[in-house]
């Protein structure tokens, strides 16, 4: 069965960074875009960064673009998620999302499997 | 990249019908078919309900079922039931290939 398995959160000071993952099993993790959505406490989902199948190409929501960065090794099946340069409103519970479409790109939605998602805290 | 503007709750009696919209902009909702909607109980991760404005995944109810009409997108459950209670949030594709959430809705079933 698919599994999106985050890791990497945590607290962190404002100004430093952060390295998300997501290890993924139970389909051919190469050849599905993959997302990052996050969503703060008590608050409603956020569009994060979407990369494609390939690894080739990637967007990102104005509100992280220049400070994070997507990217997958599809050797090892993994999405990552660079964060730097994070302030306190990028507290949040970030998810990893696969898209429902094999090779599509532009990602144009539908995310049918959510890891259970990893919290990162940033605070002083 | 406005969020999706969506009522902040709604609620219904059990075997009724409720609807949801969500409303964007000719950028957005209004620009293509690519409106998904997804439900997320506390505590857990968002499930998906609906993908390209009306099309339900394997396994999910046909009681569940989405429309379009210009910038307005809306999710209709019928015949609700208790398990129904919880937030639902639409999403849609963007002319500049991202894109965005609304605020989300709280279903209340009374």
């Known amino acids: 069965q698919v599994q999106l398995v985050e890791s990497g959160g945590g607290v962190v000071q404002p100004g430093r960074s952060l390295r998300l993952s997501c290890a993924a099993s139970?389909?051919?993790?190469?050849?599905?875009?993959m997302n990052w959505v996050r969503q703060a406490p008590g608050k409603g989902l956020e569009w994060v960064a979407v990369?494609?199948?390939?690894?080739?190409?990637?967007f990102y929501a104005d509100s992280v673009k220049g400070r994070f960065t997507i990217s997958r090794d599809n050797s090892r099946n993994t999405l990552s998620l660079q964060t730097n340069i994070l302030r306190a409103e990028d507290t949040a519970v970030y998810y990893c999302?696969?898209?429902?479409?094999?090779?599509?790109?532009?990602?144009?939605?539908?995310?049918?499997?959510w890891g259970q998602g990893t919290l990162v805290t940033v605070s002083s | 990249q406005s969020a999706l503007t969506q009522p902040a709750s709604v609620s219904g009696s059990p075997g009724q019908s409720i609807t949801i919209s969500c409303t964007g902009t000719?950028?957005?909702?209004?620009?293509?078919?690519?409106v998904s909607w997804y439900q997320q109980h506390p505590g857990k991760a968002p499930k998906l309900m609906i993908y390209?404005?009306?099309s339900r995944p394997s396994g999910v109810s046909n009681r569940f079922s989405g429309s379009k009409s210009g910038n307005t997108a809306s999710l209709t459950i019928s015949g609700l039931q208790a398990e129904d209670e919880a937030d639902y949030f639409c999403?849609?594709?963007?002319?500049?290939?991202?894109?965005?959430f609304g605020g989300g809705t709280k279903v209340t079933v009374l």
């Open positions: 999302a696969k898209d429902r479409e094999m090779w599509q790109w532009p990602v144009r939605g539908g995310s049918d499997y």
């Open positions: 139970g389909f051919s993790f190469s050849s599905y875009g």
């Open positions: 990369i494609s199948y390939d690894g080739s190409k990637a």
């Open positions: 000719s950028s957005d909702v209004g620009a293509y078919k690519f």
């Open positions: 390209e404005v009306t």
């Open positions: 999403s849609s594709y963007t002319t500049s290939s991202t894109h965005v």
